[in-house]
């Protein structure tokens, strides 16, 4: 897992200074509590959806809920699907799932020669 205090060092390699920790605190808690909150929020408070007098049919709501989920669902079904699929303690499982797997990229013997000419074109031009 890439992690906030390595995504921190990379805005400060970026940038060329550090950056409150007030930031980091950011990424790792308000946010996401932030974010759990308004999604529990909205169900705790839900009511139908109107537009003045009009009352919206139930399908159409229900496609509206499919239409959210159906690019939300995917990472907590694929976890599931994983953890369920995986042999092995679920600690082993959890940890296994967690580590990246990082295979370095073979070396190109000769430059990509699209990618060159667009590079002399930008030097070009600039």
Same mark, same amino acid.
């Given at each position: 897992?890439?992690?906030?205090?390595?995504?921190?060092?990379?805005? #400060?390699?970026?940038?060329g200074?550090?950056v409150?920790?007030?930031?980091y605190?950011?990424?790792?808690?308000?946010?996401?509590? /932030?974010?759990? /909150?308004?999604?529990?929020?909205? /169900?705790?408070?839900?009511?139908?959806?109107?537009?003045g007098?009009?009352h919206?049919?139930?399908?159409?709501e229900?496609?509206?809920?499919?239409?959210?989920?159906s690019?939300?669902?995917?990472?907590?079904?694929?976890?599931?699907?994983?953890?369920?699929?995986?042999?092995?303690?679920?600690?082993?499982?959890?940890?296994?799932?967690?580590?990246?797997?990082?295979?370095?990229?073979?070396?190109?013997?000769?430059?990509?020669?699209?990618?060159?000419?667009?590079?002399?074109?930008? #030097?070009?031009?600039?």
């Amino acid at each position: 897992v890439f992690g906030a205090k390595k995504f921190y060092l990379c805005i #400060e390699e970026m940038i060329g200074y550090r950056v409150s920790w007030y930031w980091y605190i950011c990424w790792v808690f308000l946010a996401p509590a /932030f974010m759990v /909150f308004i999604f529990v929020f909205y /169900f705790v408070r839900y009511s139908p959806i109107t537009m003045g007098d009009y009352h919206y049919p139930a399908w159409g709501e229900v496609l509206g809920f499919a239409i959210s989920l159906s690019s939300m669902l995917w990472v907590p079904g694929y976890a599931i699907y994983y953890l369920l699929s995986t042999k092995g303690s679920w600690s082993e499982v959890l940890r296994q799932g967690v580590t990246p797997v990082i295979k370095p990229r073979a070396r190109q013997s000769k430059p990509r020669r699209k990618l060159v000419s667009l590079i002399n074109m930008w #030097e070009m031009w600039n």
